[in-house]
Structure formats: C-alpha cells, structure tokens
C-alpha cells in the first residue's frame, strides 16, 4: 500500500488531534530572582590641575634713615 506524503501528514494531525485534549489553564508565574552581585570598584580619578600662583605679598614698610655721627677729637693737653 502506497500513501502519499500529504495523505500521511494528514492522517498523523488528525490522530494527534483525537489524542490530545484541550490546553488547561496557564500555570502560576514563577519566583523572581535573587538580585545581582555588586559591581567591581571604579577606576582611581585623574589628579587634579595645578593651582594658580599666588598674590604677590604686600610691600614693606620704608626703612628709616642712619642717623649722623659726630666724631669729636679728645682735646689737647
């Protein structure tokens, strides 16, 4: 006896079908999951810019003027 390939196929879905009852009812949804691990350590920044120069400091105070010396020759005996 010789079938053909669609008279097979057809056969095979229709037996399948008798088999196979109606799909129940959607299961319950699972369990969430554990949360994820820490991530790894960023990086180390970059150094920061040098700073800018300072002021320049205040001008000092004016210095006094030497006082005259006098030098007066012991006197004659």
Do not use: R
Request: hydrophobic fraction near 30%; glycine fraction near 24%; include cysteine.
């Amino acid at each position: 006896m010789n079938y053909s390939i669609p008279a097979v196929v057809l056969l095979a879905t229709l037996a399948l079908g008798a088999c196979t009852g109606p799909m129940g009812p959607q299961g319950n949804q699972g369990n969430t999951g554990n949360p994820g691990k820490t991530g790894m350590q960023g990086m180390t920044g970059d150094t920061g810019s040098t700073g800018n120069t300072g002021d320049t400091g205040a001008t000092g105070v004016p210095g006094k003027s030497g006082g005259t010396i006098v030098v007066v020759p012991p006197p004659a005996q």
